[in-house]
């Protein structure tokens, strides 16, 4: 193939060169992109871009400049702010494609605006009305894209005026609106969230939607919520546990599947939230040891996303009320971490340890020597982790050991920042 | 929380760079060439996590990465996120990205910016984990194609044209992810 198809591939856009403007458009991005690797030093990179920034800033001033042709510049804007170069002559004009365009001149003026501009930014409250139509537009794509950006980039005295707006999405029939409104109001809840108080109901609404995509989403608000006070919401574990149960059971339908295992992402959600509801809560633990063992035990196959859920479930087993044939079940878990050739396994189960051994010590005592071992591992993050473990674990017996080591190690370390902190929780 | 996602070459030259949180533009490039100064240092062989470095704020940020021969994908994220659930949700991305540009390769991002930013959009909203399901973005971009190809007429010609020729029916086209360096890698197959 390969003679005749890459011949064929360049000529291409050459034969299209002279009929539309189109293929030229796209071949201005790509010789300023060529031009640029083929530099070598970056003075002359610098120069060149500043020359590109100023045919920029006649095309942008200029009336005759088409809203395709704004389009590609702005573009052309992006990657040299990429790479560092201050193009903020073409701000307003990001915000005036985002108005005036159609829906591709949106897509981009939308993306430019949330890439050049943060939240405090003055330019942001004339994107305001433009935000507000697109939200109440039949076209999904442009209530879509005016989501998104309400969730990246929006001023925070603004949130009133969009607010009803993004409320009234989460009863929106289709399925990817009411994802986004759920996510877009966790964003407001987290920059504002006296503003958000008065529809804490419409969450729940959110949590029980009929699709899982949307109750996923919905998790990450309540992780925040669970995090920041867990007593108002301990009656939701009943649901939350069922939620679980129903989703290690492979209730869901199949494309929630990751190679082979259910909605993986979702099951770590749930176990995350799951132990922030049991920790110090007999009667809420009480409700959860069932399915935590039926997690515990279905995560046997050997896949990252597997490990990551047993991770989890190992730290909700270690967090919340006790219970002994789960912690042995536990153990025995993070025992297989440690020892595990896999490298991520055994960061992983380093990390676990270090957890751990708050509640129960001689976990770690029975690892000590896999754990010294760690201590002159190839594997800086390794080291560090190890280390952090090793403070912990400190007695009378082994300090002297220990301590040694530490020196050792800072002895040995560049950075800066690992040695203050060390220190600093020594 | 994701903090920040940033892709860059091995020679540290940013091809993708998104925070979700403010930083000035010097402070940007500096994170870069910082991200890319510890990240390059590693071997092949150890894990693919590590400390957030003083700049992207201390202790409680990771950053989660996977090399792709020229390629680095670096994932900042706090303690809220699962590090190897953040593991797999890159290569869920880059597997999207492999689907939507047809056997991707460093060049697709170096070209194409804007639509390796429209996927990513899918994927993660504003620091927050929007989807994971690689069929599920796929089908909200082409939505996305959709209308770009209704505007094209004449002008989406070249486009189709070029996309047609590469999706001729060829046999023993490696579906690995083939990131390679800056040729274009075209498989060899019998001539005609």
């Known amino acids: 193939m390969s003679d005749v198809v890459e011949k064929t591939l360049t000529a291409l856009p050459g034969l299209f060169d002279s009929q539309t403007g189109a293929a030229r458009i796209t071949n201005r991005l790509r010789q300023l992109i060529k031009s640029i690797t083929e530099l070598t030093s970056k003075h002359d990179e610098e120069n060149l871009i500043k020359q590109e920034l100023s045919a920029m800033k006649e095309q942008v001033s200029s009336p005759n400049t088409t809203m395709k042709q704004m389009r590609e510049v702005m573009v052309r804007a992006m990657y040299c702010e990429m790479l560092g170069y201050d193009a903020s002559f073409t701000y307003i004009h990001a915000i005036k494609l985002a108005q005036q365009g159609g829906v591709l001149e949106k897509r981009v003026g939308y993306l430019a605006v949330s890439l050049f501009l943060s939240e405090g930014h003055e330019l942001l409250l004339l994107l305001v009305n433009t935000v507000l139509k697109d939200l109440q537009s039949t076209n999904l794509i442009e209530a879509c894209m005016a989501l998104t950006v309400v969730a990246q980039v929006f001023p925070k005295d603004m949130i009133p005026a969009v607010l009803p707006l993004v409320e009234d999405k989460l009863s929106h029939p289709k399925e990817i609106i009411r994802r986004k409104a759920v996510l877009a109001l966790y964003k407001f809840h987290l920059i504002a969230p006296t503003q958000v108080q008065h529809i804490h109901g419409k969450f729940r609404k959110a949590l029980c939607d009929k699709d899982p995509g949307v109750m996923t989403s919905s998790l990450h608000i309540y992780l925040q919520l669970i995090t920041e006070s867990p007593d108002g919401y301990k009656d939701l574990t009943g649901s939350l546990v069922t939620i679980l149960k129903q989703v290690v059971g492979g209730k869901l339908p199949v494309e929630f599947d990751y190679h082979s295992v259910p909605a993986p992402w979702l099951q770590i959600q749930l176990l995350r939230i799951l132990s922030l509801l049991g920790r110090e809560d007999p009667s809420t633990s009480e409700l959860m040891y069932d399915v935590l063992d039926e997690s515990l035990r279905r995560a046997e196959m050997n896949h990252n996303i597997t490990y990551a859920i047993l991770y989890e479930c190992v730290k909700a087993v270690y967090t919340i009320h006790p219970k002994a044939e789960l912690l042995e079940k536990a153990a025995r878990c993070i025992g297989n971490f440690v020892l595990s050739p896999k490298i991520n396994l055994k960061y992983l189960g380093l990390k676990a340890l270090t957890y751990v051994v708050q509640h129960d010590a001689r976990l770690a005592l029975q690892h000590q020597m896999t754990i010294i071992e760690c201590l002159d591992h190839a594997d800086y993050t390794i080291k560090r982790e190890t280390l952090e473990l090793l403070f912990r674990i400190t007695n009378a017996q082994n300090v002297t050991v220990i301590v040694e080591k530490m020196l050792d190690f800072l002895h040995g370390c560049n950075d800066e920042h690992t040695i203050i902190h060390l220190v600093c929780s020594g | ?192």
Do not use: W
């Open chain 2, 1 to 192: 929380m994701i903090k920040a996602i940033l892709i860059f070459n091995n020679h540290g030259k940013p091809r993708l760079i998104r925070f979700y949180q403010y930083f000035a533009e010097d402070m940007q490039q500096q994170i870069i060439r910082e991200t890319f100064h510890l990240v390059s240092k590693r071997d092949d062989n150890v894990c693919n996590f590590l400390e957030g470095g003083s700049l992207i704020g201390g202790s409680d940020y990771k950053l989660i990465y996977r090399h792709y021969a020229t390629l680095y994908f670096v994932f900042c994220v706090d303690s809220s996120e699962s590090e190897l659930g953040i593991l797999d949700l890159i290569q869920v991305f880059v597997e999207t990205l492999d689907k939507c540009f047809e056997n991707v390769c460093e060049l697709d991002l170096i070209f194409h910016m804007d639509k390796v930013h429209y996927i990513l959009q899918e994927v993660v909203m504003g620091g927050m984990v929007l989807e994971t399901n690689m069929n599920e973005i796929v089908a909200q971009v082409e939505l996305q194609n959709r209308m770009e190809k209704s505007e094209g007429g004449l002008s989406g010609a070249p486009a189709r044209a070029v996309s047609a020729v590469k999706n001729m029916n060829l046999p023993e086209i490696p579906r690995n992810i083939n990131i390679g360096d800056i040729n274009i890698k075209v498989p060899s197959l019998s001539p005609f």
